[in-house]
């Protein structure tokens, strides 16, 4: 190719780049959702098609339209208002969800085009599919009186400070008669709250236990076995449960900028190989934490993870640069073998709040 052919070449792709893009690529005119994602909870194959309804506005000045709605599954279907949209009209999507599929979590992707958006805005319908088994025995082996639980614990799992948990528990009625919880739960717990949907079950029907934990109304932090009792019906039958959770306190992000100003906590050692020890011996060691930000370093809790382990802590709080020590004795009486223990902290560094240090050793 020669100079002057090369050139021209150069001049043309130049031309191209320089070309105004298509108008409704630069200039998408966007409803404005109500919301963008719906969460249907626990959907029930016995219950039928749900449904969900999306609401848009129109806040511009041109009018808007819209021309094609998708849906990522057959078992999502939807009808949509046709009608030109005004400024400040709005526009609705129903959505019809059909859990005759397969179980499990679900997030269904709805995209919505207008002629004024032929890329298309994404909603989302959410849930859990559960179907309905076959075999109610097998399905819900554990009984607490008349209901029937899949597992004999409920674990919450994680737990924030800044918003309450809610979990969905199935139950199953084996009974000959409705059960319904009773109006007042005086023995339950300040930071749980439970309901049951639907309020009266049905002999040989299926509901659910809505259990709400409150992180922050619980004021304590790690892992906890709680046994609450319930009471059922108009005749007060009691209903004890087990629920395990794990509590942690809840932190913004902090921005790159800010990670040196916030709190910072710094272990001397992470983990601690005791080596061969003796069973008939305690062992004693410690460790220093060191606060290596510009704020003051809260030490929310410590704890260990077994009653052999006793722990002692110097400060609560360290200042900007302090140091301070964290002292242990291990009891190793009745252990043989290779062994792990360990010692959680929590702390107010926004960055790494929960610390864990290892505790290795193999008793003899």
Request: charged content about 25%; glycine content about 6%.
């Amino acid at each position: 190719m020669n100079q002057f052919a090369c050139y021209s070449l150069c001049l043309l792709i130049f031309g191209l780049f320089a070309l105004p893009l298509d108008a409704q690529t630069l200039d998408r005119k966007l409803l404005l959702w109500e919301q963008k994602s719906i969460d249907l909870g626990p959907v029930l194959e016995e219950n039928g098609v749900v449904e969900a309804t999306f609401y848009g506005l129109n806040p511009h000045q041109d009018s808007i339209y819209i021309t094609e709605v998708i849906t990522d599954c057959g078992c999502t279907a939807v009808g949509y208002s046709q009608d030109t949209l005004l400024t400040d009209k709005i526009a609705d999507i129903q959505v019809r969800f059909d859990p005759d599929y397969r179980g499990g979590q679900f997030s269904k992707a709805i995209i919505v085009r207008t002629n004024r958006d032929s890329v298309g805005d994404t909603l989302y319908l959410e849930g859990i599919n559960l179907p309905l088994p076959e075999n109610k025995e097998l399905a819900y082996p554990h009984r607490k009186g008349a209901f029937g639980f899949r597992l004999p614990t409920v674990h919450m799992g994680n737990v924030f400070t800044n918003i309450p948990k809610t979990k969905f528990v199935e139950v199953y009625n084996f009974g000959s008669d409705s059960l319904s919880l009773a109006l007042e739960q005086l023995d339950l717990p300040l930071h749980l709250h439970l309901v049951l949907i639907p309020e009266m079950i049905p002999p040989r029907e299926r509901g659910f236990l809505q259990i709400a934990y409150d992180g922050a109304i619980k004021s304590d932090l790690g892992y906890f076995e709680e046994n609450i009792s319930l009471t059922i019906g108009e005749e007060e039958v009691p209903l004890d449960l087990k629920l395990t959770a794990v509590v942690f306190e809840y932190f913004d992000p902090v921005p790159r900028s800010m990670e040196s100003v916030v709190p910072r906590v710094g272990l001397s050692e992470s983990e601690i190989d005791l080596k061969e020890i003796n069973a008939n011996r305690k062992v004693s060691k410690s460790l220093y934490i060191d606060n290596l930000g510009s704020e003051d370093l809260h030490i929310r809790k410590v704890m260990g993870n077994c009653d052999c382990l006793e722990i002692t802590l110097s400060d609560e709080i360290l200042i900007p640069g302090q140091r301070g020590s964290i002292a242990f004795e291990f009891d190793p009486k009745g252990r043989r073998g290779i062994d792990h223990k360990h010692i959680t902290l929590f702390t107010n560094d926004p960055i790494s709040p929960v610390k864990t240090i290892t505790i290795k050793s193999n008793i003899k």
